[in-house]
């Protein structure tokens, strides 16, 4: 069984149309997010360096560099109040996307990372999980604009991390595959 599974998804790979050329772009995004835990620090900024690479038509994978810094948050306890830092997150990992549409497409996505967790007095890491919906327009043939909505989750020892983002992205295409 496993064989001919095998053998239909080599079928379908080499049945791709080749006149189709695959692409690399060059993008960066930059968005607000908020913290599903309220003690990681208050809304903050994120920021993407990205390298999409078409492969085939409908399908996408995205290389990324992400930031996020959470903004300080201050809590009043009765008789005074305390800050607490905000933390920040930055993460390296590679998003796999279904492209929908042409000039003007939607992309559901799912992406995997390695995330490193930072505040004061505590550094940890782990593997993260990321999954989101993008809207993009290609705007002239050199030039898209994306928007994207994310939920990031980066489980911990002390229990997961989840972010939420809204950003906007600008690519522009660097390279032509054969």
């Not at 995997?112 to 809207?135: I, P």
Request: contains cysteine; hydrophobic residues 40%.
């Amino acid at each position: 069984m496993k064989r001919v599974i095998l053998a239909t998804l080599l079928v379908c790979v080499l049945s791709v149309d080749r006149a189709f050329a695959g692409d690399v772009s060059l993008g960066v995004f930059a968005g607000t997010t908020t913290p599903s835990e309220t003690t990681d620090g208050d809304n903050g900024s994120t920021w993407n360096l990205v390298a999409p690479i078409r492969l085939m038509p409908k399908l996408m994978v995205e290389p990324f560099f992400a930031r996020t810094k959470l903004a300080d948050q201050t809590f009043t306890v009765s008789p005074g109040s305390f800050t607490l830092t905000g933390a920040t997150f930055t993460t390296t990992g590679a998003r796999v996307a279904l492209m929908l549409g042409g000039r003007v497409s939607v992309y559901p996505y799912l992406g995997l990372g390695f995330t490193n967790f930072e505040r004061v007095g505590d550094k940890r890491s782990a593997v993260s999980y990321l999954g989101g919906l993008g809207l993009g327009v290609s705007l002239v043939p050199k030039l898209r604009l994306d928007a994207r909505a994310e939920q990031h989750t980066v489980p911990l020892d002390t229990g997961s991390r989840g972010l939420f983002s809204l950003s906007l992205g600008v690519s522009t295409p660097i390279a032509t595959l054969p």
